[in-house]
């Protein structure tokens, strides 16, 4: 079986977005509750927290995990598949560029719940988040210095 020699570009993006998908299960949210007697009767307490996939944030705070796992599923199609074909662009787009925009969207995201207050405590499932998707962006610049030049704009 050959080595497959992958770019520090597209290694990148691989670690990043297995890591947001991991992440993303984790604590995006926490919230703790008081805990209280009533009668005798000890009544609530506790550290509650809510992932990206709970009920409230289901689509929104997925979006940058799943985006980060599309990024990281072309990649490895690409170095461990040889044999499945991919189009050389997408809507008119080069596959450089559909990374920069796909990272860029997690990144802005996940800096918009970074800086929303939501009233809840943030959790680290969020903050590795964000630090994934910035691991995205970052990849998908080196993949765009490792061609040599910048990508063509239309």
Do not use: C
């Amino acid at each position: 079986m050959d080595k497959v020699k992958l770019s520090a570009g597209n290694l990148t993006i691989l670690i990043a977005g297995v890591v947001i998908l991991i992440a993303s299960f984790l604590a995006f949210d926490k919230i703790s509750l008081p805990s209280f007697d009533e009668g005798g009767i000890h009544i609530g307490g506790g550290t509650h927290s809510f992932s990206a996939w709970s009920s409230h944030y289901f689509l929104i705070a997925t979006i940058p995990a799943l985006l980060g796992v599309v990024m990281a599923l072309h990649v490895a199609l690409v170095a461990f598949a040889p044999q499945v074909s991919m189009p050389g662009s997408v809507l008119g787009f080069s596959w450089n560029q559909v990374h920069l925009i796909l990272a860029g969207q997690a990144t802005i995201m996940m800096i918009a719940f970074l800086i929303q207050d939501r009233g809840l405590d943030r959790g680290i499932g969020l903050y590795l988040m964000l630090l994934a998707a910035i691991a995205l962006l970052i990849g998908a610049i080196l993949r765009i210095q490792e061609r040599g030049s910048a990508p063509p704009l239309g």
